[in-house]
């Protein structure tokens, strides 16, 4: 069975700051698929970034970056030049190769201004 | 195109009615999968089906069943309701036709409650 475990239940940055956000995961599977997903108040699941365990280059999206650790079995999210628009929950999820998914706790994230 | 649907929004029911809930994917998408968000327990995975078979199944009783339709539309159905069952139920698409590689797309949520 797979976990995956977001150790910070909230978290709050000030704006153009950098935050990151943690996960950690336990799995036995070799190929795999890690995801970033962002829910605002809205509540609209909005995917932030994604990362294959096979590459070994962290996954970049404009603000946004990764450290996936595999053999830690870590992948952590960066905020960079943090906006109010990114106040929202933060979800670390796992997939495996065939299609299951496991999502952590979820962060709050808020941005002060 | 279009995003990921889901009807109705809101929902209303006592304890031991059914419901049932209804998700359109975007369109080209064969895989729909199904999520309860609940405060205390974060989001529990359902079920996933795939080009109308249930492909994955999470960790609920037996009342949480699905099913697709050959369009790719999913149906949800949640009977003898509990108070417990009180959730936003979230479906999301994706293509996947080799599992676990899309990324899913989600739709608004149906957010159902039990009194």
């Known amino acids: 069975a797979q976990t995956v475990t977001q150790s910070q239940p909230e978290m709050s940055v000030q704006e153009a700051e950098t935050v990151t956000l943690s996960c950690t995961y336990d799995t036995s599977e070799s190929n795999y698929y890690l995801f970033w997903y962002k829910q605002p108040p809205s509540r609209q699941m909005i995917l932030v970034i994604r990362?294959?365990?096979?590459?070994?280059q962290n996954a970049t999206e404009n603000r946004f970056s990764v450290n996936f650790q595999k053999a830690a079995k870590s992948f952590s999210l960066k905020i960079s030049d943090s906006q109010l628009g990114d106040t929202a929950m933060y979800f670390c999820?796992?997939?495996?190769?065939?299609?299951?998914?496991?999502f952590g706790d979820g962060t709050t994230l808020t941005v002060k201004p | 195109k279009a995003g990921v649907t889901q009807t109705p929004r809101y929902l209303i029911k006592t304890r031991g009615q059914q419901v049932t809930l209804s998700c359109s994917p975007i369109s080209g998408h064969r895989s729909v999968s199904w999520y309860q968000q609940t405060p205390g327990q974060g989001l529990q995975f359902l079920f996933e089906y795939f080009s109308e078979t249930q492909r994955n199944k999470g960790n609920f009783p037996g009342r949480f069943s699905g099913r697709q339709f050959s369009n790719s539309r999913s149906e949800m159905n949640v009977s003898t309701l509990e108070l417990g069952d009180s959730a936003l139920y979230l479906c999301?698409?994706?293509?996947?036709?080799?599992?676990?590689?899309?990324?899913?797309?989600f739709g608004p949520g149906t957010r159902l409650l039990v009194l």
């Open positions: 999820a796992f997939t495996t190769n065939a299609g299951k998914s496991t």
């Open positions: 990362q294959e365990a096979y590459k070994q």
């Open positions: 999301a698409s994706s293509f996947a036709p080799q599992g676990g590689q899309e990324t899913q797309y």
